[in-house]
């Protein structure tokens, strides 16, 4: 799968929930690997804010992010929209704190998303797929959550709230294709005597009954129906018999509960990596949602980091030299691009590139601002794979390696003057006639860079 952003810029126009301000909010289109920002440009310098559980600072009301003093509140159904449509990379400008709310879901962003046009981009979706059960609960608010593994993206979320109006309801979704027609129209809800709770805070300033379904849990004066209509600017104000006010219609016979998911949806997009698992969710919120992400990401981080860095110590005598090398490669000047091997085994090589200013494809790469081509990486991997099958035959002055295939190769970060490369080489299978296959990677420090399939053959020269 490509990683995908929209054609062209978009705005959508509403209020803030809780602030009541008019708010206009434009999604733009992003390169590869851009993730999802907000940006607010009402403020100086115009800051932006990663799309991330490590920027969530809020969680009472909806899901806020901030950075720097700059923040953006109820983003919630945003993230829902563009989850939904996996949309990959996207900058969401807006001119106030707060996303508009417009009718409590998220379909109104879904259709402006999908009437403007989705894209691919050249770069692959990277999915990271569960490898174990993963479990958050709490037990004062019964919330109990699950990652299971699974090779999709799955969601199953139970509400209860020990209510005789709402009642138990579950929502489910097999596949994020069925997020458009199923999930994204679900509004939020409230409780009548929460709806009473926020208006004297002065919050849901921009409520109007429109945007919310309001659950009535008790029973309701004539007096109280007047003055809930006159706080909304209401003429009047009703309770439906299911204990809906103002005798709103439910889309869904358990639209609380699917709006839940949607909410699920969108606060975990902030791990900032599409995942495939089974998702179960007993009573979330975003509190939960946002605790349960940061688990799932700091799983992330730990399987990552697991990567096989090699350690390079400069005062350590090298395997090979540059000179024993010059003597088992081929290449010359300005080919020759490994300067030592620092450890051989078997089935694996590990090697040193020290990148200066003075390479001479610096002079053509970006002089004024220098960075290391990526096909430059890719040969000085492929030179060390070749002192690997070299360092097997006898004479490997009399052979030379030629390139047959690459595959899978992703440039993870730029490589710039100043820099030591270190390479690991590892063959995936047995060499047969002169042909390796060869699992390669190239770090700078404890940070992966490059990696890819290398397939080459040693030939007689």
Request: proline fraction near 5%; glycine fraction near 6%; charge should be negative.
């Amino acid at each position: 799968m490509k990683q995908t952003t929209i054609k062209k810029a978009v705005s959508i126009t509403g209020v803030g929930l809780h602030t009541g301000k008019d708010v206009t909010m434009t999604f733009n289109p992003a390169m590869d690997n851009f993730g999802i920002k907000f940006q607010r440009i009402d403020l100086d310098g115009m800051p932006m804010i990663e799309a991330d559980v490590d920027n969530v600072t809020d969680t009472s009301r909806g899901t806020t992010i901030e950075k720097n003093g700059a923040k953006v509140a109820t983003i919630e159904h945003v993230m829902a929209s563009l989850a939904g449509l996996e949309i990959d990379n996207c900058l969401v400008q807006i001119d106030a704190p707060e996303t508009p709310i417009m009718d409590g879901s998220s379909r109104y962003f879904v259709k402006v998303l999908k009437d403007i046009g989705i894209q691919e981009l050249d770069a692959e979706r990277e999915y990271f797929t569960i490898p174990q059960n993963i479990y958050y609960h709490e037990n004062d608010r019964q919330v109990e959550m699950i990652a299971m593994p699974l090779d999709d993206y799955r969601l199953t979320v139970m509400v209860d709230y020990n209510s005789t109006v709402l009642g138990s309801q579950h929502a489910s979704i097999t596949s994020l294709k069925e997020f458009e027609t199923e999930i994204s129209s679900c509004r939020t809800f409230c409780f009548l005597h929460e709806l009473e709770m926020l208006y004297n805070n002065n919050l849901i300033r921009g409520g109007d009954l429109n945007n919310a379904i309001v659950i009535v849990d008790r029973v309701i004066e004539d007096n109280e129906l007047e003055h809930l209509a006159k706080m909304f600017n209401k003429p009047k104000v009703e309770v439906k018999k299911e204990g809906i006010l103002n005798n709103v219609d439910l889309r869904f016979h358990n639209e609380p509960a699917r709006h839940k998911l949607l909410d699920l949806i969108g606060d975990l997009a902030l791990i900032g990596v599409p995942i495939k698992a089974q998702i179960m969710a007993a009573r979330p919120g975003h509190a939960a949602n946002v605790a349960f992400g940061k688990k799932i990401k700091a799983l992330i981080k730990k399987v990552r980091s697991n990567v096989n860095v090699p350690k390079y110590d400069p005062n350590k005598a090298p395997v090979y030299g540059i000179n024993e090398i010059t003597k088992m490669l081929p290449h010359k000047y300005p080919f020759l691009l490994l300067d030592k091997i620092i450890d051989i085994g078997k089935n694996y090589v590990v090697g040193v590139k020290n990148v200066t200013i003075n390479e001479p494809f610096f002079q053509g790469h970006f002089p004024g601002n220098p960075v290391m081509p990526g096909v430059m990486i890719v040969e000085a991997m492929a030179q060390a794979g070749g002192i690997l099958v070299l360092s097997q035959v006898d004479n490997p002055e009399n052979y030379k390696t030629l390139f047959m295939k690459i595959d899978g190769v992703k440039f993870k970060d730029m490589v710039l003057p100043g820099d030591t490369l270190v390479f690991r080489l590892e063959l995936l299978a047995p060499i047969r006639r002169g042909v390796c296959l060869m699992k390669a990677t190239a770090f700078v420090g404890d940070k992966l860079v490059c990696e890819g399939e290398l397939m080459a053959q040693v030939t007689p020269k």
